[in-house]
């Protein structure tokens, strides 16, 4: 598959997208992929409680149920996670550090299969010339821990103007009206902000620490990062 490619060169035979492979899932899983409340054997009470229907006994050709003992206990009976598909129009929740979709809705809208390392990458805001390292679960391990590259590259922008001891009076940016932050209620709003200042905080004193912000700050402020 074609991608975007490093500025400075040739575009037709460089411009290839890397990473754009899924991790395979067992035969299991394949068969199951779809919500697990959709699945036979399976009921969901007024309650919106899932259990097991009593009636319908669905086994898979290994001898395993089709619906596994995990998938209703989660949440207490009430998650929709388990071997759900994302939808187009809406955000995903989390990027794994492992594609499973046993316990998170990972699995492609269309496709029968997880999202790949590129899928992954591009949720994170890498560009499609960055190339990852490892196996492929070691891949999607390093995206899946790593920060999204729009978040890091504000940090570095602030730090770079805090170094510098400059100032900005408008803001780095405004959201549109459909953010979903914007959507939330004002409760769930200040708690997603607090959970993100602290980990900004933490960031700044791993960073601190290590003596790196300056490295930090290069390497998100220079045009030709992908290089270091």
Known sequence: MMGSA????????????YDHLPLPLNEDDYLRGANFRDLPGVVVGANNVARRDPKT???LPSGKQMVPDYALNFSEGKSTKPFARLWWDETVPTVLTKPDP?????????????LT??????????????????QVKERYCQIGNAVAVPVARALGYAMGLAVQKLSRAEPLLTLPPSSPILLLPSCCRLRFLMLSVNSILFLSTTCTTLGTWSI?????????????
């Open 57 to 59: 006994e669905m086994e």
């Open 216 to 228: 930090v700050w290069a390497c998100f402020s220079s045009p030709t990062s992908h290089n270091l």
């Open 102 to 114: 046993h316990c998170q809705a990972y699995l492609h809208p269309e496709q029968d299969r997880v």
């Open 117 to 134: 390392v590129r899928e992954s990458a591009r949720l994170q805001g890498f560009p499609d010339y960055y190339k990852f390292c490892g």
């Open 6 to 17: 490093c500025k400075g060169t040739r575009k037709a035979e460089k411009s290839v997208l």
